[in-house]
C-alpha cells in the first residue's frame, strides 16, 4: 500500500479547519479518555477486591469505588466519542480499512460494552449498602469489569491495525483468497495494551489521595480509614509505577525493526521520568500529602504524565505514518467552515464549562456537608441555566438541521 494509494483513500471533502487543530485535540481528547477509563479500571479493581472481603475498610471503599467506576463509565463513553471523530478526520484511510477488516468486532464492542455496564449498574442496584451488608452477585461485577477489559482490547487491535498499511491486503485476501467475513483481530501488541492497562493502578492511586482529601473534612470519616487509605494509595502508586514501567520498556522492545529507536526518543524518556516521578511521590512528600496542594495534587500529576503518554503515542504514529508510508496528515485539504469550528468551541467552552461547573460544585459541597446536601440559590441557578443552554443548544441542532434538509 503506497501513499498514492492512501491518499486516493482519502474524503473528497476535505477536512472543516486546519488538520493541525483535529491531531491536537485528538492527543487531549484521547488522554481525557484514557484517563477516564483508567479510574474506571481502577476503581472497579477495588470494587471487586472489597466486596469479595470482610475487612470493613476495603468494603467502605468498595461502596465509595462502585459510585466512582460507573461514573466514570459514562465520563469514558462521552470524552472517547471526541478522540475517535478527530482520528476519523485526518486518518480516515487507516481507520475505516481497520474497522471493516475486524468489522464484527467493531459492531460487538457496542455490544459488549452496552452489556458491561448493564452488569455493573445491576450489581450497583444490588449493593447499595456494600459497606454493611453481604456482597450480592459479585459476578456480575467481575464480569463487568472483564468486558470493559475485552472491549478495550478491541481498541487496542483497531488502533494498532491501522499502522500496518502494509499488511492490509494479506489480512484482507490471505493466500488470494478473499475473506470479507470482519470476523478476524489481524494483529496487536499485548505489551501495549498492558501498558495502558497496567497506568489504572497508577491513576487509582492518585485518585484514592484525593478521595481521602475530600472527605478528610467531614466529621462522620473515621481517622483510621484515612491513614488506611494514605497506606493503600502509596502501596499501589509504587506498584503502579512499577509495574507500566515493566510493560512500556516490552512496549518499546517489541516496536517494528524501522521504530526500534523510539524507546529512546525525548518523548518516551519524558512519559518514563513522570512514570517514575508519580510512583515515588507520595513517599517522598510524607506527611505533607495531608495538605490541599499534595492531596489533589497528586492526582493532578498522574494526569499530566497521562497527557504525556498520550503525545508520545501520537508522535510514533506520525513517525509510522508518516516516516515509512509517507502519509502527511498535515497536507489534508482544508475546506474551512467557521460555523462548525466556532459551534464547537462554544459548545466545548460555554456549555461545556458551564455544566462541569455546576457538577464540580454541587459535588464538591456535598462532600464537604455532613448530613443531606441543601444547594444554595446560586447554585441552584447555575443548574438551572446549564439546563437551559443544553435544551437551546438541543432545539438549535433540530432547527439547523431541519433547515439544511429543507435547502
Same mark, same amino acid.
Given at each position: 500500500?503506497?501513499?498514492?494509494?492512501?491518499?486516493?483513500?482519502?474524503?473528497?471533502?476535505?477536512?472543516?479547519?486546519?488538520?493541525?487543530?483535529?491531531?491536537?485535540?485528538?492527543?487531549?481528547?484521547?488522554?481525557?479518555?484514557?484517563?477516564?477509563?483508567?479510574?474506571?479500571?481502577?476503581?472497579?479493581?477495588?470494587?471487586?477486591?472489597?466486596?469479595?472481603?470482610?475487612?470493613?475498610?476495603?468494603?467502605?471503599?468498595?461502596?465509595?469505588?462502585?459510585?466512582?467506576?460507573?461514573?466514570?463509565?459514562?465520563?469514558?463513553?462521552?470524552?472517547?466519542?471526541?478522540?475517535?471523530?478527530?482520528?476519523?478526520?485526518?486518518?480516515?484511510?487507516?481507520?475505516?480499512?481497520?474497522?471493516?477488516?475486524?468489522?464484527?468486532?467493531?459492531?460487538?464492542?457496542?455490544?459488549?460494552?452496552?452489556?458491561?455496564?448493564?452488569?455493573?449498574?445491576?450489581?450497583?442496584?444490588?449493593?447499595?449498602?456494600?459497606?454493611?451488608?453481604?456482597?450480592?452477585?459479585?459476578?456480575?461485577?467481575?464480569?463487568?469489569?472483564?468486558?470493559?477489559?475485552?472491549?478495550?482490547?478491541?481498541?487496542?487491535?483497531?488502533?494498532?491495525?491501522?499502522?500496518?498499511?502494509?499488511?492490509?491486503?494479506?489480512?484482507?485476501?490471505?493466500?488470494?483468497?478473499?475473506?470479507?467475513?470482519?470476523?478476524?483481530?489481524?494483529?496487536?501488541?499485548?505489551?501495549?495494551?498492558?501498558?495502558?492497562?497496567?497506568?489504572?493502578?497508577?491513576?487509582?492511586?492518585?485518585?484514592?489521595?484525593?478521595?481521602?482529601?475530600?472527605?478528610?473534612?467531614?466529621?462522620?470519616?473515621?481517622?483510621g480509614y484515612l491513614q488506611w487509605l494514605k497506606g493503600l494509595a502509596t502501596v499501589l502508586s509504587l506498584a503502579g509505577?512499577?509495574?507500566?514501567?515493566?510493560?512500556?520498556?516490552?512496549?518499546?522492545?517489541?516496536?517494528?525493526?524501522?521504530?526500534?529507536?523510539?524507546?529512546?526518543?525525548?518523548?518516551?524518556?519524558?512519559?518514563?521520568?513522570?512514570?517514575?516521578?508519580?510512583? &515515588?511521590?507520595?513517599?517522598? /512528600?510524607?506527611?505533607? !500529602?495531608?495538605?490541599?496542594?499534595?492531596?489533589? *495534587?497528586? %492526582? $493532578?500529576?498522574? +494526569?499530566?504524565? &497521562?497527557?504525556?503518554?498520550? /503525545?508520545?503515542?501520537? !508522535?510514533?504514529?506520525?513517525?509510522?505514518?508518516? *516516516?515509512? %508510508? $509517507?502519509?502527511? +496528515?498535515?497536507?489534508?485539504?482544508?475546506?474551512?467552515?467557521?460555523?462548525?469550528?466556532?459551534?464547537?468551541?462554544?459548545?466545548?467552552?460555554?456549555? $461545556?464549562?458551564?455544566?462541569?461547573?455546576?457538577?464540580?460544585?454541587?459535588?464538591?459541597?456535598?462532600?464537604?456537608?455532613?448530613?443531606?446536601?441543601?444547594?444554595?440559590?446560586?447554585?441552584?441557578?447555575?443548574?438551572?441555566?446549564?439546563?437551559?443552554?443544553?435544551?437551546?443548544?438541543?432545539?438549535?441542532?433540530?432547527?439547523?438541521?431541519?433547515?439544511?434538509?429543507?435547502?
Amino acid at each position: 500500500m503506497n501513499a498514492e494509494m492512501l491518499y486516493a483513500l482519502r474524503d473528497v471533502a476535505g477536512v472543516p479547519s486546519h488538520p493541525v487543530l483535529f491531531l491536537v485535540l485528538g492527543v487531549l481528547t484521547f488522554a481525557l479518555h484514557i484517563l477516564a477509563v483508567q479510574v474506571m479500571l481502577g476503581a472497579s479493581g477495588l470494587v471487586i477486591w472489597g466486596a469479595l472481603s470482610k475487612a470493613a475498610y476495603q468494603r467502605q471503599l468498595a461502596q465509595a469505588m462502585l459510585g466512582v467506576a460507573k461514573i466514570a463509565v459514562s465520563v469514558a463513553v462521552v470524552l472517547g466519542v471526541a478522540p475517535l471523530l478527530f482520528v476519523q478526520v485526518i486518518y480516515d484511510p487507516f481507520w475505516y480499512t481497520s474497522n471493516v477488516l475486524s468489522a464484527w468486532w467493531v459492531i460487538g464492542f457496542i455490544v459488549i460494552l452496552t452489556v458491561a455496564y448493564l452488569l455493573m449498574y445491576f450489581f450497583y442496584a444490588k449493593n447499595h449498602h456494600l459497606a454493611t451488608q453481604k456482597t450480592v452477585c459479585p459476578g456480575s461485577m467481575i464480569l463487568s469489569l472483564a468486558l470493559m477489559l475485552v472491549v478495550g482490547f478491541i481498541m487496542h487491535v483497531l488502533t494498532y491495525q491501522m499502522l500496518s498499511p502494509d499488511q492490509w491486503m494479506q489480512w484482507y485476501a490471505p493466500n488470494g483468497e478473499i475473506d470479507a467475513s470482519g470476523r478476524k483481530l489481524h494483529d496487536y501488541n499485548l505489551w501495549r495494551f498492558g501498558f495502558f492497562i497496567s497506568l489504572s493502578v497508577l491513576v487509582i492511586s492518585g485518585w484514592l489521595f484525593a478521595y481521602r482529601h475530600y472527605i478528610s473534612h467531614r466529621t462522620d470519616v473515621d481517622n483510621g480509614y484515612l491513614q488506611w487509605l494514605k497506606g493503600l494509595a502509596t502501596v499501589l502508586s509504587l506498584a503502579g509505577g512499577i509495574v507500566a514501567l515493566a510493560f512500556g520498556i516490552g512496549w518499546m522492545a517489541t516496536l517494528p525493526d524501522s521504530q526500534a529507536g523510539f524507546g529512546f526518543s525525548p518523548w518516551v524518556g519524558l512519559a518514563a521520568v513522570l512514570i517514575s516521578l508519580t510512583a &515515588v511521590m507520595p513517599k517522598l /512528600i510524607g506527611s505533607r !500529602v495531608n495538605a490541599p496542594l499534595f492531596g489533589y *495534587g497528586l %492526582f $493532578g500529576l498522574a +494526569a499530566i504524565t &497521562v497527557i504525556v503518554v498520550a /503525545i508520545a503515542r501520537e !508522535v510514533l504514529r506520525w513517525n509510522i505514518l508518516f *516516516g515509512e %508510508f $509517507g502519509y502527511n +496528515a498535515l497536507d489534508y485539504p482544508v475546506n474551512m467552515d467557521w460555523y462548525s469550528t466556532l459551534l464547537f468551541f462554544g459548545t466545548f467552552v460555554i456549555i $461545556g464549562g458551564l455544566v462541569l461547573s455546576y457538577f464540580l460544585t454541587v459535588a464538591w459541597q456535598a462532600g464537604q456537608t455532613d448530613g443531606v446536601y441543601t444547594p444554595s440559590p446560586a447554585v441552584t441557578r447555575l443548574g438551572n441555566l446549564s439546563i437551559l443552554l443544553i435544551t437551546l443548544w438541543i432545539i438549535h441542532f433540530f432547527v439547523l438541521g431541519l433547515w439544511v434538509w429543507l435547502r
